[in-house]
Each structure stands twice: as C-alpha cells, then as structure tokens.
C-alpha cells in the first residue's frame, strides 16, 4: 500500500476584478485536500495557494477564501491587462516569479498567459485562458487589436506556447484562440462549475450580472430591451471598471451611456449575487464574447430560464435549453423576455432544461479533469528531469 509524500503545493494566479476570482477560489477550494499519483510515485495531497495580482480582493472576498480554507498572497503589481507595455508586464512578471518562488510551488496554473514565461521552464507551468485581447477584438469589434496594443497579443502568444499545457473552458473558445496563435501545447477543455444555487421563490424579474463598462458584455441592448419589457429587468455588476490602458479591450470604464431603463443593482457580494439568481425567473446573457459564462451556469443551477446571446459558446453550452437571441436586437430581445412571461409553462419548463444542464458542470467534475492534467505535466517534467541525468 502507497502511503502520502509532502504535499503538492499547487499555485494558481488570480485576481479580485471578474470571474477568474470565482473559478480561482472555487477550484483551490475543491483541489484543496485531494491526492494526485504521478506514475508509480506516491500521491501526494494537494495544498494550493492563490496568489493575485491587480486590485486588491475585498473584504468579502477575504472572508470567502478563509472560509474555504484557501491560502491567499497578493502583489501589489497590475494585471496584464492594465500595464501600459511590455517593460510595466515584466515588472509584474518578475513579482509573480519571486511569490511562486518563496511559496515553494511544485506547480503553477497560471490564469494570466502573458505571465507564464517569466517562470522558470524548470517549473511545471499550465496556462488557464479565461480571454484575450485578440479574441475579445475579433468577436466585440470585428478586426485586429491595434498596433499599439500589439505588445500583448505577442506576450500572449509567448506565455501559451511556453505552457506545458493549455487549459479552455470550451471547445469555442480553444477554436477561437487556436485560429489566432496557431496549435497550443496540450490543449484541454476543461468546463468551468459552479457550487448549486439553491432556487428559491421566483420573482417576476430577468436578472443579468455582468459588468456594465464592458462593451463585450452588450449590456447598453439590454437596457433599450427592457424599455417597454413586461418584466422589469435588474443588472447586477460594476458600472465603472477600474483604470486601465484599455488593453483588456473594454477602455477604462469611465465614459459612456448609462443605465436607464434597467434597475441597476452595482456590485453585489458574491452572496448577495446568489439570492438574487435564487429569485429571478429569467437570467440574461446578451454578451457578444464569452469564453465560458460563469454566472450563466449559476443562474441555470437555480432554476433560470435562459435568455442568451447566439454565440458559439452559449450554443456548445445550452443549446435546446435556453432561447438564443441577435444580441445586437434589442426588439428580438424583448420578444423572447415577453415571449417566456407570458407562456408560464414554457418558463417552467425552460428553467428545468436549464438546471438539468447546469448539474453536468460540477466541481469535482472539473477537479477531476485539473488533475490529470496536472499528472500528466508532472510526468513529462519528472521524464525529462531522469533523461538529463548522465
């Protein structure tokens, strides 16, 4: 009988601003405990520890890491995506590099690429792509990045191809970035989950929950959809996004319309979120880039009835269970929110496909997936650590 070796100490990137906090979180919190065998080596008990970069978390998002009993670090550099070139991206990947050091990491799942190269490559290093500037252009603006912004497509470019695997989240976006950086190093469709949302009373409202300033987000349609909807709509979210070069391809967030005929709700803690996903009969989704959609899937959990944009990701997600819409319609839009109030058995009945969906995607699915990934990283690197022995 195999008995434990020392703990795998297991780092993995985050930060505090979107949904990398919650898949982050969610995966250590679900990693935290479990073994991993590599070949005929004993397993080992994984111990991860997050370690964020940007905006600092919360004091919401604090609690929620020590109540899932997850180690957190910081570092007070910026994200890729707010740095102004290439020497400010070094500075933070040189931060990240000496944390993982001090941290003693056995492996790194790093869920910003452009910092993957400035670790060492004697480092077991997994890139996890969340989005990119590259495919965020190509699907919200229909063309290139700029050439000022060129910088980070290549730093892109270089941290997926020095990954000794690449994660997505969906074999629609694994498609969408394979036809910009060309093949990528054991490239793995791994599903985001979602802890259930336990339903609750359902309220007359369509939810959404996305952030306002990001035009990928499509969230200015909703507002003129809901203007004569017979369900009010409410959005959850921030509606001014930090400061940044505009790398992330949303700007700064500062300018731009306003909500006016939704009920703006501003940003929720992550519990708050969830009892108002409990409540609404419908959630909506008009995002015109979606590598995953997270609060998709925690909506669908509680029983929602989808709205969702027809894009390739929502349709490989929930195609027959939800009602695809043109997100660029805000009248088609209406028509599908009015179309489901006033057809109570089509609302019922689209909340139960949903649910249904949403319980494929589960936690220990998706450790169960990270972790032989994560086997068969260790594997290559322990081979080829014995094949540089004389």
């Not at 191809?161 to 690449?166: E, F, P």
């Not at 490989?316 to 695809?324: H, N, Q, R, T």
């Not at 995607?361 to 022995?389: N, P």
Request: proline residues 8%; charged residues 15%.
């Amino acid at each position: 009988m195999r008995t434990l070796s020392p703990p795998l100490n297991l780092v993995i990137t985050t930060d505090a601003v979107g949904g990398v906090w919650r898949y982050a979180l969610d995966l250590a919190g679900t990693l935290k405990g479990r073994a991993l065998a590599v070949a005929d080596d004993a397993p080992q008990v994984v111990e991860p520890l997050l370690i964020g970069l940007g905006p600092r978390p919360s004091e919401a998002q604090r609690d929620e890491a020590y109540e899932a009993g997850v180690a957190l670090d910081w570092i007070d550099r910026p994200l890729d995506w707010q740095v102004e070139g290439p020497e400010a991206l070094s500075e933070s990947g040189r931060a990240l590099a000496a944390a993982v050091t001090a941290a003693g990491a056995d492996l790194v799942q790093v869920n910003n690429p452009p910092l993957l190269p400035f670790l060492s490559p004697h480092l077991p290093r997994i890139a996890a792509a969340h989005s990119c500037l590259s495919t965020w252009w190509q699907a919200v603006r229909g063309e290139t990045p700029p050439l000022n912004l060129a910088w980070h497509g290549a730093a892109t470019a270089r941290g997926l191809a020095a990954a000794d695997a690449v994660i997505s989240p969906s074999h629609a976006f694994a498609a969408a970035m394979t036809a910009i950086y060309g093949a990528l190093p054991d490239l793995a469709v791994v599903p985001n989950a979602a802890v259930p949302v336990m339903a609750g009373r359902k309220r007359q409202v369509a939810l959404a929950a996305a952030r306002w300033w990001d035009p990928a987000k499509n969230l200015t349609v909703l507002d003129a959809a809901a203007e004569g909807a017979l369900w009010p709509v409410e959005i959850a979210g921030p509606l001014e996004g930090p400061g940044s070069s505009g790398s992330g391809g949303a700007g700064s967030g500062g300018a731009g319309p306003r909500p006016v005929h939704v009920t703006h709700l501003g940003s929720l803690p992550n519990r708050a979120l969830r009892a108002r996903m409990a409540e609404a009969a419908i959630f909506v989704s008009l995002a015109l880039y979606e590598p995953f959609g997270l609060s998709v899937l925690e909506a669908a959990g509680a029983g929602a009835a989808l709205v969702l944009s027809d894009i390739p990701t929502h349709r490989e997600l929930w195609d027959d269970c939800a009602c695809f819409v043109d997100p660029h319609d805000p009248h088609a839009v209406r028509d599908a929110l009015d179309g489901l109030v006033r057809d109570p058995a089509a609302l019922g009945r689209m909340g139960l496909l949903a649910t249904t969906r949403a319980a494929t995607f589960s936690h220990a699915r998706q450790a169960d997936a990270m972790l032989a990934v994560y086997a068969r990283v260790l594997a290559r690197h322990t081979a080829d650590r014995g094949d540089a022995v004389p």
